[in-house]
């Protein structure tokens, strides 16, 4: 079994920062990729950011490219998302999702990954 704890959401102005953090841990975490989604209110959840644990390719969606940065801590077992330039279309519940067994499997899909966090809330204000 997989545990993904998120933390460090919250509210902020726009033009702000704030950094999302995902600790993993089980027996059963494997380090394929690690992957954040998004879903605000009556839409449905989209990606916003991976990484590879091999190599730490990345990948973003277009949306938050050059606004966001996700990073890993390979000691911890930990996955960032530094999000910068916040902006009022960034607020949504944001989700930590662990890749499964199958590596390489692309990323910006909801179903190459087998565990999900609880979720952390963003609120950008205008």
């Known amino acids: 079994q997989v545990r993904l704890v998120e933390s460090g959401g919250g509210l902020v102005q726009a033009g702000g920062s704030l950094r999302l953090s995902c600790a993993a841990s089980?027996?059963?975490?494997?380090?394929?990729?690690m992957g954040w989604f998004r879903q605000a209110p009556g839409k449905g959840r989209e990606f916003v950011a991976g990484i590879r644990w091999s190599g730490g390719i990345t990948d973003y969606a277009d949306s938050v490219k050059g606004r966001f940065a996700i990073s890993r801590d390979d000691a911890s077992n930990t996955v960032y998302l530094q999000m910068n330039d916040l902006k009022p279309e960034d607020t949504a519940t944001y989700y930590c999702?662990?890749?499964?067994?199958?590596?390489?499997?692309?990323?910006?899909?909801?179903?190459?990954?087998?565990?999900w966090g609880q979720g952390t809330q963003v609120t950008v204000s205008s």
């Open positions: 999702a662990g890749g499964g067994s199958i590596p390489y499997s692309p990323m910006r899909l909801q179903g190459s990954y087998d565990s």
């Open positions: 089980g027996h059963m975490f494997i380090k394929t990729h």
